[in-house]
DNA sequence: CTGATTTGTAATCATTCTGTAAGAAACCCG
DNA sequence: CGGGTTTCTTACAGAATGATTACAAATCAG
């Protein structure tokens, strides 16, 4: 789960953004002026910031200045002006990239994004597990490929998105809400079937015997897990 | 502690690149001419080197070649957009990588973390891979060509340049978006049939039949792969 | 400068995937 | 056992995705 600051004076954007942001499965912060904005960066640990450049108070450059002095986070500045010279000087001031007003909010977290991956990618690269297992059934991440008992199994994206979920969770319980939120990033409304259709597809093509799962296990009136070493 | 030099006649993108280098722990040497740049390179133990192409005096093209002769250190080319057909000539000068100005300078740094990494974990062993395989498909990544079944299949260099992605990262599942962000050195923002046309040319050239492709294999809703020992 | 090649984009086609609904079956509790 | 609830199963329409083709702009070679 990463962590977002938007700064901006306009809360209309700030709303905007925020939907578009947590949609992506951000956890978003929110900062009015300047000073907030350095406040929320010293108390927490963000992964991005997302500053307006016009702000009353202390501006969005002298903010990046700032930042820049002890943090490598990446910086995202918006500015109602499209003249370059502002670029130009937010990107010198330490900025990492530039989105003019008005702006469409999907490029906006199209690029905050792929800040993050450069940013992230710079850490302690792929210390993740690579291979998920359970039993027969194992799950790689880089390939994206399941496997039954050695045997490579088709899934579709959306099936191994939930596949994965539960595997990280191995062990635990996890409601149909718990995993829509998970695998479609987005609130849980009337879609309890969906996430029941889905695991049906799956077990179809992981379980010998759907009847009696030996993976994806069902705990009656909570949710479905898979246990460790099945 | 690794060591860095930087070579850029325009002291603001020195300043700039040296801070962020800084954050991330590494020791910066600076340059801001090809006879400096190689002076340093003498009397210094350097781990990666970043230079400029456009300098006065010496140009980063020919310092490049230079420092080929008896090293084997990492580097990594600077230059601006419209040298676009340096990028090609740097790469084959001897160059490692290379970063279109203006750049983020988040993606310079973990570009640097990436060529330091691999070499490093060669041990500078020469013995460098320079031949990419999997089944018939054969990728020479020096003569920059590619055969299949023995056979010289002529591509150009966008295709060229998907292949050599595809294939460095053997059995993992790339989005349009990451291969675009990876082959174009640009943002992905609403490019993803661009990536799926070149995929289709590809495989024109080295599929015997593209409908049911045995190199080039597409993962639905993720992207696309090409598997070890096809 | 001219013609050939390459490259990006748009439009259309084919296929695969996904959500929904509706009924059946399994489960829980009194 | 029986009513109420939860999960399973099936089928299907249309949504989403990738493949394919065509074309014009950009680039390159001679």
Known sequence: MYNIL??????????????????????????????????????????????????????????????????????????????????????????????????????????????????????SMETKESVLKSGGLELDTEAKTVTVDGEPVKVTATEYKILEYLMENMGHVLSTNQIYEAVWHEEAFATEKTVTVHIRRIREKIEINPKEPKYIKVVWGIGYKIDKES
Do not use: W
């Open 6 to 123: 938007v700064c901006d004076d306009d809360k209309a954007i700030l709303d905007s953004v925020e939907i578009y942001l947590q949609n992506e499965g951000y956890n978003v912060y929110r900062a009015s002026n300047g000073i907030e904005a350095l406040k929320v960066a010293e108390s927490t640990e963000l992964h991005c910031i997302i500053l307006d450049i016009m702000m009353p108070g202390m501006d969005g450059l002298t903010v990046t200045s700032k930042l820049r002095q002890n943090k490598n986070i990446p910086i995202i500045l918006l500015s109602a002006k499209s003249e370059d010279t502002d670029k130009i000087a937010g990107l010198s001031f330490g900025a990492d990239d530039y989105v003019t007003k008005p702006f469409n909010p999907l490029e906006l977290v199209a690029r905050v994004k792929s800040q993050i991956r450069r940013y992230t990618s710079l850490g």
